[in-house]
């Protein structure tokens, strides 16, 4: 199959994961209000829907060979935003600063899969962000504000993306580990070593 027509899956994608030591804060407010914790670690989607698992052996090595001329930056969780919904519903989120970082690193990958463009397709383009959970719409204001006055800010080194999949029935897993540049001497692609179901389940 030619570069770039690989079948695509909602079971994949490609993020940034927050280390596991900065994890708590989020995933006290996760516990609460995020019907998704079970599925999805903390996470920054960059690709989603991603190429199907069956051809990642094929679209490792070009996604590697451009996430190593990036240099590796750091994060802040900071702001509390928010996604109205036509449902009623909202999703509250962290923005990641500085989202340029983000957003730069998003449109590379993207350049080597065209097909999985479905983040860029918003009228505003691709809106860097870590959900937290979801609420009504009316009042999210006052929700998000409530969740900024307890908050603190927390910052994290972005040294290599995930690529992520799950089966039918399971939770999101890392399977691979894409290293930026400021590990260019592990520049080969890393798989993700086994890690206990019950660590992956949120």
């Given at each position: 199959?030619?570069?770039?027509?690989?079948?695509?899956?909602?079971?994949?994608?490609?993020?940034?994961?927050?280390?596991?030591?900065?994890?708590?804060?989020?995933?006290?407010?996760?516990?609460?209000?995020?019907?998704?914790?079970?599925?999805?670690?903390?996470?920054?989607?960059?690709?989603?829907?991603?190429?199907?698992?069956?051809?990642?052996?094929?679209?490792?090595?070009?996604?590697?060979?451009?996430?190593?001329?990036?240099?590796?930056?750091?994060?802040?969780?900071?702001?509390?935003?928010?996604?109205?919904?036509?449902?009623?519903?909202?999703?509250?989120w962290l923005e990641p600063e500085p989202c340029e970082a983000?957003?730069?690193?998003?449109?590379?990958?993207?350049?080597?899969?065209?097909?999985?463009?479905?983040?860029?397709?918003?009228?505003?383009?691709?809106?860097?962000?870590?959900?937290?959970?979801?609420?009504?719409?009316?009042?999210?204001?006052?929700?998000?504000?409530?969740?900024?006055?307890?908050?603190?800010?927390?910052?994290?080194?972005?040294?290599?993306?995930?690529?992520?999949?799950?089966?039918?029935?399971?939770?999101?897993?890392?399977?691979?580990?894409?290293?930026?540049?400021?590990?260019?001497?592990?520049?080969?692609?890393?798989?993700?070593?086994?890690?206990?179901?019950?660590?992956?389940?949120?």
């Amino acid at each position: 199959m030619a570069a770039g027509n690989w079948a695509k899956s909602h079971h994949s994608a490609v993020v940034i994961i927050p280390p596991e030591e900065v994890w708590e804060p989020i995933q006290a407010l996760r516990r609460k209000y995020d019907r998704q914790i079970h599925r999805w670690m903390p996470h920054i989607n960059l690709l989603y829907p991603f190429v199907a698992e069956q051809h990642f052996q094929e679209v490792m090595p070009l996604l590697q060979s451009v996430v190593a001329k990036v240099p590796a930056f750091r994060l802040r969780l900071g702001k509390f935003r928010w996604f109205c919904h036509p449902t009623g519903r909202a999703t509250v989120w962290l923005e990641p600063e500085p989202c340029e970082a983000v957003r730069g690193l998003q449109v590379i990958l993207q350049e080597v899969v065209p097909q999985c463009d479905e983040l860029s397709r918003f009228p505003q383009g691709y809106t860097p962000h870590l959900s937290i959970g979801q609420t009504a719409a009316p009042g999210v204001e006052a929700f998000a504000g409530r969740l900024q006055a307890q908050w603190q800010p927390l910052e994290f080194a972005v040294e290599h993306v995930a690529v992520i999949a799950r089966g039918a029935e399971e939770p999101f897993a890392v399977r691979h580990r894409l290293f930026l540049a400021s590990r260019n001497n592990q520049a080969a692609i890393s798989p993700a070593p086994a890690a206990p179901p019950a660590h992956q389940s949120v």
